[in-house]
């Protein structure tokens, strides 16, 4: 049973550029959030998708937007890329009908701009 | 909002010596409380997970953390710590129903021989 898969594992942007994440759910799950974590910070929550529709959303401008395909994979999308923007984004996955939040994280994909 | 502190940014333990990672939350309601643990250059990986009934969970690792519902509390505690145990420890938050987790700052553990 594969887990969350993510790709790139890597990415290198300049600013000004758009960015495309990708993230393929845990087998039998239908519900994708995603987080971007900074050197030396926790995951920050960026937004959840189920249904192919964003149900909630963190702190984050509208640069970020992603998109959720019947098949419950997931892309988050990122325009205009800023320095700030450099970290590692991590898609976790989960059953919106299961009992609690419990989230399964992938390895991450590492954007780094210059 | 809920949010969660961790005051330890950094810790250092001798191989085989007790553990305990402090964890304090904010949240209005009961909440779902978890344990990550991050490698470098990892996703993070649940060591544990509070959800309802006893306040001791026990979770992977040979980790287990206690809920102390009157501080606030969700401390992550380890009897003997391995040299494979090194990494970035972190507490996250949930509210009941389908909502975002948030996490803490991490602590990021150090074992020596």
């Known amino acids: 049973d594969a887990g969350v898969t993510q790709s790139p594992t890597h990415l290198i942007k300049t600013r000004g550029q758009q960015v495309t994440l990708r993230c393929s759910p845990k087998?039998?799950?239908?519900?994708v959030s995603w987080y971007q974590q900074a050197l030396g910070q926790g995951p920050q929550f960026i937004f959840q998708?189920?249904?192919?529709?964003?149900?909630q959303r963190g702190n984050f401008p509208d640069r970020f937007s992603g998109h959720q395909f019947p098949n419950y994979s997931s892309e988050l999308n990122v325009n205009a890329l800023l320095l700030g923007d450099s970290a590692l984004y991590l898609c976790a996955s989960s059953l919106a009908s299961g009992p609690s939040n419990e989230q399964f994280f992938g390895p991450g994909t590492r954007l780094t701009v210059l | 909002a809920q949010s969660v502190t961790q005051p330890d940014i950094h810790i250092t333990v001798s191989e085989g010596a007790s553990l305990e990672l402090r964890c304090n939350y904010s949240y209005g309601a009961t909440p779902y409380l978890f344990w990550y643990v991050q490698s470098p250059g990892q996703g993070l990986q649940l060591l544990l997970k509070?959800?309802?009934?006893?306040?001791l969970v026990q979770g992977i690792k040979g980790f287990e953390a206690e809920f102390k519902r009157s501080q606030s509390s969700f401390n992550l505690r380890k009897p003997s710590v391995h040299w494979s145990d090194a990494a970035e420890y972190f507490c996250?938050?949930?509210?009941?129903?389908?909502?975002?987790?948030?996490f803490g700052t991490g602590t990021k553990l150090q074992v020596i021989p």
């Open positions: 509070y959800f309802s009934g006893d306040t």
């Open positions: 996250a938050v949930a509210g009941r129903g389908y909502q975002k987790v948030t």
């Open positions: 998708y189920y249904e192919e529709e964003e149900r």
């Open positions: 087998s039998g799950h239908d519900t």
